[in-house]
């Protein structure tokens, strides 16, 4: 909360290994809003879930680092 004093927009770059988690994170930072003036909220996802042709996203291809599989899909 402290962070957002004074700000107009908060962006969450957060990950999260489940939805549960993610949901929290996202009540967490809508909370501390309410309380301060920031009004605006820009949440980004990592490139795993980036669609790389009609069929398939880049965490399912070959060359994606399984170490960050389950935050790309949480």
Same mark, same amino acid.
């Given at each position: %909360? /402290?962070?957002? =004093?004074?700000?107009?927009?908060?962006?969450?770059?957060?990950?999260?290994? =489940?939805? %549960?988690?993610?949901?929290?994170?996202?009540?967490?930072?809508?909370?501390?809003?309410?309380?301060?003036?920031?009004?605006?909220?820009?949440?980004?996802?990592?490139?795993?879930?980036?669609?790389? =042709?009609? =069929? /398939?996203?880049?965490?399912?291809?070959?060359?994606?680092?399984?170490?960050?599989?389950?935050?790309?899909?949480?």
């Amino acid at each position: %909360e /402290k962070a957002m =004093n004074a700000q107009v927009t908060v962006v969450s770059a957060l990950s999260a290994l =489940n939805v %549960e988690d993610r949901i929290l994170q996202i009540r967490n930072i809508i909370q501390a809003m309410q309380n301060t003036q920031a009004r605006r909220l820009v949440v980004v996802g990592g490139a795993g879930i980036l669609q790389i =042709n009609d =069929n /398939k996203k880049l965490f399912e291809t070959e060359h994606f680092p399984m170490q960050f599989l389950a935050y790309s899909l949480g």
